[in-house]
């Protein structure tokens, strides 16, 4: 509605949307509470500056009051400000309208409901003594210049103006609260996917990943499906650091986690287990395709090469273990993956070892060391 050279530069997204929301709520809820206070007015014969305040309030206001939060520095608060006065002029218009009985409680409900919807019932205390107050106020004014009498009677044609804010202004505060809440639920997932990520590298971080480990041995378990869990160590990484640096090794880290994403498929399951170990879970997968995976993902790290350090060459080590029956829990299987893991590293490094549990023979991949 104004350009943002008119908006303070410090305030935020999330303090605009709400003063947005709130604009929108404002300009239909007022300008029906307008044409139901204003049916009430006509029937009792309302004066020209009665008449001229209801149309301020009713179709100037809105705009006004959000220029004035859009404006401020803090326009979560002056939009709160902004609120109340909506609830003092309501005060006001129960008593001009002199007390005309529905109007005034349908009036009443939907600045009621407003507050609730914005700022819970703290805000609807502070807004309620607002309009008593100025409900008072213009109470004793109107007594004192005379002529004023209550008159909860009203006209059909009253009854009919209130329908529409009755109708409409309960439906668009329901429709905002929905958005809301569907805003907060994607933050919320949102949240919870950041939380089970690495931020270094994209990948599950190793809580998440062996939530999934244990619902995929379970599943192995229920219905035989083959499942294999991949351990990776990349060999003499802190002589990388030492050597090169760590902001080099930051990098090695990043390239085994893309060669991670390149060699698994969708449903598989890949995590940084942490510092310098990487961990794989591979799902409908055999030892023998869990080899050949590995197989993939070891060559495509010997082969890589890095610009800034033109010298260095990187290698892995690699454990496979294969769930059978005998497992006990996730946690058996990932100390079979490791301890494989652990029998290439002492085996010579660069290489694959596969366990495929006690009534296998493990396998050590005819890889030799290179580079």
């Excluded at 604009?23 to 500056?49: K, M």
């Excluded at 929905?178 to 805003?183: D, I, T, V, W």
């Excluded at 050949?292 to 080590?317: D, H, I, K, N, Q």
């Amino acid at each position: 509605m104004f350009p943002p050279s008119f908006r303070p530069a410090d305030v935020s997204v999330e303090a605009l949307r709400f003063i947005g929301r709130t604009h929108r709520l404002r300009v239909l809820g007022l300008g029906l509470g307008a044409i139901a206070v204003g049916a009430v007015l006509y029937e009792n014969g309302a004066s020209l500056p009665v008449w001229s305040l209801l149309l301020f309030d009713g179709f100037i206001w809105p705009h006004l009051a959000y220029l004035i939060a859009f404006r401020s520095a803090a326009p979560v608060r002056a939009e709160e400000r902004n609120l109340i006065i909506d609830s003092a002029m309501g005060g006001l218009w129960v008593v001009l309208m002199r007390f005309g009985l529905v109007p005034s409680i349908v009036l009443m409900t939907m600045l009621s409901m407003d507050k609730i919807s914005v700022g819970g019932w703290r805000l609807l205390w502070r807004a309620s003594a607002a309009a008593l107050l100025a409900g008072g106020v213009t109470l004793a004014v109107c007594l004192l210049l005379g002529g004023w009498a209550p008159k909860p009677e009203v006209s059909m044609s009253s009854l009919a103006a209130a329908v529409p804010l009755l109708v409409a202004y309960p439906l668009l505060i329901s429709s905002a609260t929905q958005g809301l809440a569907r805003r907060e639920r994607m933050h919320r997932r949102e949240l919870e996917r950041l939380a089970a990520i690495d931020p270094a590298t994209g990948l599950l971080n190793r809580p998440n990943w062996e939530h999934a480990v244990v619902r995929e041995l379970a599943r192995m378990q229920r219905h035989g499906v083959p499942a294999s869990l991949v351990m990776i160590d990349i060999d003499h990484f802190k002589d990388i650091n030492d050597g090169y640096g760590h902001p080099v090794g930051d990098e090695v880290i990043r390239l085994m986690a893309r060669a991670i994403l390149t060699c698994v498929r969708e449903g598989d399951v890949a995590c940084r287990y942490g510092g310098d170990e990487f961990g794989i879970l591979l799902t409908d997968t055999n030892g023998k395709a869990a080899l050949a995976t590995a197989e993939r993902l070891r060559a495509r790290v010997a082969a890589a090469t890095f610009s800034a350090s033109p010298g260095l060459r990187c290698s892995v080590s690699v454990g496979i273990g294969s769930a059978t029956r005998d497992l006990a829990d996730a946690r058996n299987w990932i100390e079979r993956a490791d301890a494989a893991l652990y029998k290439a590293k002492t085996t010579g490094r660069n290489r694959i070892w596969l366990d495929e549990g006690p009534a296998a023979d493990p396998v050590l991949s005819s890889l030799q060391n290179r580079g």
